[in-house]
């Protein structure tokens, strides 16, 4: 997802998608939170972030 991201986010800055953009701040914010709970070896809390960045993801990509 991390990966992914990185993508996109070059993508949606040059289809003029601002990082200010409520739907980029919360995928930014899910694939974070994913990040996170993997390191501290939350899995069921990664998956629940996972998943969510995915929509996001899939959402804001869509969208340029």
């Not at 949606?12 to 939170?33: F, H, Q, W, Y």
Request: proline content about 3%; hydrophobic content about 40%.
């Amino acid at each position: 997802v991390e990966d992914e991201w990185k993508t996109l986010r070059s993508k949606l800055d040059s289809a003029g998608i601002s990082p200010n953009d409520p739907s980029r701040m919360e995928a930014e914010k899910t694939v974070a939170d994913a990040a996170a709970a993997l390191t501290s070896g939350d899995i069921e809390a990664c998956y629940a972030a996972l998943a969510s960045a995915g929509d996001y993801l899939e959402s804001i990509g869509r969208r340029q």
